[in-house]
């Protein structure tokens, strides 16, 4: 088994992407995928496409190491392109047997919604990929804090935020290790998980949810070891600061939304 790609996975760097305030990229990830969705047509993605190119580049980050970051996600791009491929009719009909029809506008539709889905998956890794988890757990809280004052439990849905966030990573890394484990003692996996039957399938599941739990379990541990309690107070990584690069990067989106914008109105 090649490496096992991990969404999530922070990159250090020292670009101005990573420079930015956490707040204002949480932002903006939000913002670019609404702006994402206003595009109607192929020149509108063509333009989405230009933009998180340029945001990569300007990561420093290889488009590579991009797609890959997203690749245990492809299958919500797949599934959704193939509902699309049979529940949208239109035009031309090219194979039709039994209840089952490809058309013209199935296919175009397909295209449109998984470049969408891709953009917006690409688009979304970046925040991961250039901000630390803790990073992003402290602006989520930040940002849900006026809600605190309506009952809204902020930093506890930060808490579970950043340990859904690390807790991924984590469990791929561990997916990756008792695979490997298990083909140095004889192990034979095979392309189609079933083929094996089901005791090659609990051969991974079993020993990867038990590592889970025990992770888990050491983790709340240790968290009452510290008398952890969160709030107000508690320490953090980094000082919360917004910067002149914050203002380039929601430039940046609304110039993205305004060709978006323009790009509707060509004829098609």
């Known amino acids: 088994m090649p490496d096992i790609a991990v969404f999530g996975r922070y990159r250090p760097g020292t670009s101005p992407l990573h420079r930015m305030d956490p707040r204002a990229k949480l932002l903006l990830s939000l913002a670019f995928t609404a702006v994402a969705f206003v595009a109607q ?26 797609f890959r970051s997203v690749g245990p996600l492809l299958f919500i791009v797949a599934i959704t392109a193939l509902l699309n491929v049979f529940f949208v009719q239109g035009g031309t009909v090219f194979v039709e047997w039994w209840i089952f029809r490809i058309s013209e506008a199935g296919l175009v539709s397909a295209a449109f919604l998984g470049c969408r889905l891709l953009l917006l998956l690409l688009g ?17 809280e930040y940002l849900l804090a006026p809600f605190a004052r309506i009952g809204l439990p902020a930093h506890e849905l930060a808490m579970i935020m950043g340990i859904a966030l690390r807790f991924l990573p984590q469990f791929m890394l561990e997916l990756q290790t008792i695979y490997r484990a298990q ?12 083929k094996g039957g089901l005791s090659l399938i609990s051969s991974l599941m079993v020993p990867l949810f038990t590592s889970a739990f025990r992770h888990a379990e050491t983790l709340s541990l240790a968290m009452d070891a510290r008398c952890y309690h969160g709030g107000p107070g508690r320490t953090r990584l980094h000082v919360l600061a917004y910067t002149r ?24």
């Open 41 to 66: 047509t192929f020149w509108g993605l063509a333009v989405s496409a230009v933009f998180v190119l340029g945001f990569f580049a300007l990561a420093d980050i290889p488009l590579g190491a991009a």
């Open 245 to 268: 690069r914050d203002a380039w990067g929601a430039v940046a989106i609304a110039a993205m939304l305004a060709l978006i914008m323009a790009t509707n109105l060509i004829p098609h």
């Open 183 to 194: 083909i140095s003692r004889g192990a034979t996996f095979t392309a189609n998980p079933f």
């Open 124 to 140: 979304m890794s970046l925040l991961t990929l250039t901000t630390a988890t803790l990073d992003i757990t402290d602006a989520f």
